[in-house]
């Protein structure tokens, strides 16, 4: 209670009296003792559900009215996990980009935080390398948005030798790959593990911009989704070494279960799969 008090600048007699109201009112107690504080009782619960979704609809409420009176804007609050490539996140994005009034913000961050932030109704959708695992206290569903065979890419620096006898030049020449927090390094070490290859990783990344920047740069060579091939190459200017025969990077959209979903992600939904 003193957390909430100090959250909303009130005090905290004034916050109990109000919680004790909200409970005559509604004939239920919403918090119950636990240790040496309280926790919400299932009424409680279902309460915190409601508000959050009235809280939503308050937060919405000075962007309506703008609209409504002026040059309509729809905005889209897209939480990106911080291991997707950026030009994957492009190209996974295009089809709400041709919104005409659209206000996109793009927030990158950890995997679970995002999750966090869109049960809380902060984000309007998450994009990420893998779907939200399964966990009651998280009303959250994924929805595949495909995915995309991964190769090898060199710079111009190490092209030469690391094509001489791929795959198993990788054991030769300076390997970066993403960390262990990227679902598709799993599939990674799988693959070298098949191939028989102990790579010589001189580099781990959680960022894949990181890793691509680092990678342009001549540290060493590195995977990444054929989806972002073209612009790969032609942006940082490395060539591709090969395949990575039956690997893949998968792409998921994750949305918050609300009674109204955002037009937007409603879209993004329907286009791919």
Known sequence: MARAAERLGMAVQTVSTQVRELERSLGYALLKPAGRGVVLTD????????????????????????DAVGM??????????????????????????????????????????????????RLDVVLADRAAPPNPNL??????????????YAPASLFAEARQGFPQSLAKVPVLLPTAHAAVRARLDQWFERESIKPHVIG???????LKTFGAAGMGVFPMASLVHEDLTTRYEVKRLGDCEGVEEHFFAIGASRKVLHPLVQKLFSTRG
Do not use: N
């Open 72 to 121: 309509p804007t729809m905005r889209l609050i897209v939480g990106i996990a911080d291991e997707l490539p950026e030009l994957a996140v492009r190209s996974l994005m295009q089809p709400v980009m041709q919104e005409p009034h659209l206000r996109l913000l793009c927030l990158v961050d950890e995997f679970e935080d995002l999750l966090g932030d869109l049960a809380l109704h």
């Open 204 to 210: 781990e990344f959680e960022d894949s911009a990181l």
């Open 43 to 66: 009424a409680g619960l279902a309460a915190m559900r409601q508000a959050e979704q009235i809280f939503q609809l308050g937060e919405q409420l000075p962007a309506v009215v703008r």
């Open 139 to 152: 009303k959250v569903y994924s929805h595949s948005l495909g995915s995309s065979p991964l190769a090898w």
